[in-house]
């Protein structure tokens, strides 16, 4: 089966401009994720959707980021103004049902400068 | 926060077992161990997941001790495509996964 799709690959930005990213996961998962990976931890989360309602955003800065999934198959994830912090990859990933094995795309790298 | 202690970096000699510990001390009776490993710009793959029980699949072994306080992933025999960047997740209330900074794992040849 296709795995979970990201695209941009890579994108660089200047600060307070605005990006957004997409996903598309695996058909049939119900359960999206958009974390974020800043360069040397590991994956945080930021918004967890079952279908297309949110599950949990306790950790998206919603001032800036913001995250939608429409129809409950693909999502975007928008920020906008971008900060200088805001460098890291941003990982999507999808489940069949939560709490179920998540399979990652390969990520997009943003570089805010 | 992660709920999970493990050692920032090990080496392996290819060919042998690697194997990585992890600390989850307070962990629950109800959450589970998953182990993830991220190779070098790509996203984290799955590796195997338990409760109680030592489980094994095709690519590792993972054995919990009897108190559930600490865990052994086992790669039986690593190879160079096996450094990574392995994470040790107990799985909280709620179904979120927190990642810690896990082990950087080098096979040396």
């Known amino acids: 089966e296709a795995g979970v799709a990201q695209s941009p690959r890579y994108k660089i930005i200047e600060k307070r401009q605005s990006v957004a990213f997409w996903c598309n996961p695996i058909s049939g998962h119900a359960t999206l994720y958009w974390y974020q990976q800043i360069l040397g931890q590991g994956p945080k989360l930021l918004i967890q959707?079952?279908?297309?309602?949110?599950?949990?955003d306790s950790q998206l800065p919603k001032d800036r980021f913001s995250a939608e999934r429409l129809k409950g198959v693909d999502s975007t994830l928008k920020i906008q103004p971008a900060k200088l912090e805001d460098s890291a990859v941003y990982l999507c990933?999808?489940?069949?049902?939560?709490?179920?094995?998540?399979?990652f795309g390969p990520g997009t790298r943003l570089t805010v400068l | 926060d992660a709920k999970t202690t493990q050692p920032p970096s090990m080496d392996c000699a290819e060919g042998r077992a690697a194997n990585l510990p992890c600390n989850h001390s307070?962990?629950?009776?109800?959450?589970?161990v998953y182990w993830y490993r991220q190779i070098h710009s790509q996203g984290p793959q799955y590796i195997i997941h338990g409760l109680k029980n030592n489980e094994t699949n095709e690519m590792a072994s993972l054995i919990i001790t009897e108190d559930r306080k600490s865990s052994t992933l086992i790669l039986p025999h690593a190879t160079l495509r096996d450094t990574a960047v392995y994470y040790c997740?107990?799985?909280?209330?709620?179904?979120?996964?927190?990642f810690g900074t896990g082990t950087s794992l080098t096979v040396i040849p």
């Open positions: 307070t962990i629950s009776g109800n959450e589970y």
């Open positions: 997740i107990v799985r909280v209330v709620g179904n979120q996964f927190y």
């Open positions: 959707f079952q279908n297309n309602g949110v599950v949990d």
């Open positions: 990933a999808s489940s069949r049902e939560a709490g179920g094995e998540q399979f």
